[in-house]
């Protein structure tokens, strides 16, 4: 149960009542086991799913290659500033992925300035978001 109800509220966006109507549990139900999940640390928290475009804001998720033996402490550079608000950990293309709000292209042109001056940090690969697709 506990990986249906994260897929929905994941995939869909649904609430604990809808949760529960789908699932056939009582919403009682539902809200003790995410206070569970949440208690166990899966469940780190919510996000709406904004609509950049229209609320006239600018959403990256930027790419940062790294040198290995800096990267607590770009991890920690990069946990200051207010415009990024998820940090990933991550394999394959870029070590670290962030998510970035800010709004205009200015604003994430003086972002990606300001980290690429940090200590270590090989390179800033941003990816703008222009329209989405599917939620």
């Known amino acids: 149960m ?6 929905k509220m994941l995939l869909k966006g649904y609430s604990k009542k809808e949760i529960a109507k ?5 919403e009682v139900a539902i809200r003790k086991k995410i206070q569970k ?12 799913i904004i609509n950049f475009k229209r609320a006239n804001l ?13 990267l607590i402490d770009i991890l920690e550079k990069l946990k200051s500033y207010n415009e990024i608000f998820s940090i990933y950990l991550t394999s394959g293309d870029h ?14 042109e003086n972002l990606h300035k300001k ?5 270590g ?9 222009l329209d989405i697709i599917k939620v």
């Open 2 to 7: 506990e990986r249906e109800i994260l897929l």
């Open 22 to 26: 789908k699932l056939n549990k009582s």
């Open 37 to 48: 999940l949440k208690k166990e640390k899966i469940l780190l928290g919510f996000k709406p």
């Open 58 to 70: 600018l959403y990256s998720i930027t790419g940062i290659d790294v040198e290995s033996e800096k």
């Open 95 to 108: 070590t670290i992925i962030i998510e970035v709000i800010v709004d205009d292209i200015k604003e994430l």
């Open 115 to 119: 980290i690429s001056s940090i200590d």
């Open 121 to 129: 940090v090989k390179k800033v690969c941003p990816s703008i978001l």
